[in-house]
């Protein structure tokens, strides 16, 4: 299994501003995956992380508004940039020890005012 | 495009009662299925994976099953306890290559005392 550390596990911002949200593994993963929890639905990728790569991301989702740094094999970084209050959801760091099982961190929740 | 419906939404049963989850997905052809359960501000914790290839898994109270001919999965629980009382998500994996999971909207479980 791994273990995944987030910060922040919540904020709540103004409009207009940024967020960088920290993934943390205690095991180097070749990709790590950022996901959206918007309220009431189900998770949607954003985007995966290969180290040393640039981020691949999922249709509806552009660099631009979530820039994504891999400086290693067992850290990300999510930035949810110019922030509405659309913005507000949970996001989810997650890992997959090969196509298997996927682990999740404990999210950090997202209010923008 | 795969689409993962979980079936009901939320559900309330008293302590010490059985119940079963219900996960159907749209598209056969997947690699893995995997539950887990979300607790507030603790993220997915994994519960159970199947592989295609299997039938079942169980590990404690819980046992999950797979149909994968007829897009169904469900997830059995035991002699339930107020601790079970989460929100429930079936997650789809569609191939080998892929690491890529889609989520259902999850089932909301209260379990009463």
């Known amino acids: 299994s791994a273990v995944i550390s987030q910060k922040p596990s919540r904020d709540i911002c103004q409009r207009g501003t940024s967020l960088t949200i920290q993934c943390q593994v205690d095991?180097?993963?070749?990709?790590m995956f950022w996901y959206r929890q918007q309220p009431g639905q189900s998770l949607t990728l954003i985007a995966t992380?290969?180290?040393?790569?640039?981020?691949?991301?999922e249709s509806g989702f552009v660099i631009d508004k979530f820039p994504i740094s891999r400086p290693n094999l067992t850290f990300s970084t999510l930035t949810v940039s110019n922030m509405s209050p659309e913005d507000s959801s949970i996001y989810l760091c997650?890992?997959?020890?090969?196509?298997?099982?996927?682990?999740f961190g404990q999210g950090t929740r997202l209010t923008v005012v | 495009k795969q689409e993962v419906t979980q079936i009901p939404a939320a559900l309330s049963v008293p302590e010490g009662e059985n119940l079963v989850l219900n996960c159907s997905f749209t598209?056969?052809?997947?690699?893995?299925l995997q539950w887990f359960r979300q607790d507030p501000g603790k993220g997915l914790t994994s519960l159970l994976l199947?592989?295609?290839?299997?039938r079942e898994q169980t590990s404690g109270r819980l046992n999950a099953s797979l149909d994968k001919s007829s897009g169904r999965s469900t997830l059995y629980i035991a002699a339930s306890q107020p601790g079970d009382s989460a929100t429930y998500l079936c997650?789809?994996?569609?191939?080998?290559?892929?690491?890529?999971?889609?989520f259902g909207k999850g089932t909301k479980l209260s379990v009463i005392p």
């Open positions: 997650s890992v997959g020890l090969g196509p298997t099982e996927a682990f």
């Open positions: 992380a290969n180290q040393g790569s640039e981020a691949t991301y």
């Open positions: 598209d056969s052809a997947i690699y893995n």
């Open positions: 997650a789809v994996r569609t191939g080998a290559g892929s690491y890529q999971l889609t």
């Open positions: 199947i592989q295609s290839s299997q």
């Open positions: 095991s180097q993963v070749t990709m």
